[in-house]
């Protein structure tokens, strides 16, 4: 019943350009208005922006620890996901999808509408989806069928958190999806919140080891002048 009550919103929604915004959770109907100002197709049948496979690979080869990192995470905590036929999806801070692993069924259906590998699943590129929204905002939001504002996202329901690096900086998204309904989305959103800090924490450590790495380089180097700098890259003091 509600979803088709959430159906009736889109239909009415772009026919008319008319919302009654109180139907709907706020960030739903932001995230429409966003994309009827960004003129995103409502009926586009699949995705139609993505990357050239080269681009695809470099990205993936200077991803790699963070792909490595949440392969292992979800491995790790799959069993807090109750989520039936999931389909894990991670992207770039750019929204390019960088790396899938889940069930045949859903990732078939993905195919169909070109959500792959490679592929850009952004707000402007294929209307309202919980990527876009998530890396737009910083927010872990979940979008259900009909909430999706382009058609080719209408039978999934999915759900994404933001990853941040060791300076807070988002680098990528973290997203699960599904053909099937789920009632505990506040459960699968820290499952996945809970992953993306994992994460943080581990790429933290790595660029801290970094750092540590490229000061000692540094020393090693002959100098007739050195410079103090802090933690936060501002430099402290010059020496004579």
Not at 152 to 177: E, K, M, R, Y
Request: charge should be negative; include cysteine; glycine fraction near 4%.
């Amino acid at each position: 019943m509600e979803r088709l009550k959430t159906k009736d919103l889109w239909c009415s929604y772009v026919q008319s350009n008319e919302l009654n915004e109180k139907l709907l959770p706020e960030y739903i109907a932001e995230s429409w208005e966003y994309c009827m100002k960004h003129s995103v197709n409502p009926y586009s049948k699949q995705g139609i922006e993505r990357i050239s496979e080269f681009d695809l690979q470099i990205k993936k080869d200077e991803l790699s620890f963070l792909i490595r990192t949440v392969q292992n995470e979800i491995r790790r905590l799959n069993e807090f996901f109750y989520i039936k036929k999931p389909l894990f999806i991670l992207t770039d801070n750019k929204g390019v999808v960088l790396w899938r692993e889940g069930h045949h069924e859903t990732r078939h259906l993905a195919n169909d509408i070109h959500f792959s590998e490679g592929s850009v699943w952004t707000e402007k590129a294929v209307g309202t989806n919980a990527i876009g929204i998530a890396l737009r905002t910083l927010e872990s939001v979940t979008v259900e069928k009909f909430q999706h504002f382009s058609e080719a996202s209408h039978p999934f329901t999915c759900s994404s958190t933001p990853i941040l690096d060791g300076n807070n900086q988002v680098i990528a998204c973290l997203n699960v999806s599904t053909m099937e309904s789920f009632s505990e989305t506040n459960y699968t959103l820290f499952a996945l919140k809970m992953i993306a800090k994992n994460v943080q924490h581990k790429i933290a450590e790595k660029q801290l080891i970094e750092k540590k790495e490229q000061f000692l380089e540094v020393l090693n180097q002959p100098f007739e002048q050195s410079v103090l700098v802090g933690l936060d890259g501002k430099i402290l003091s010059v020496s004579d």
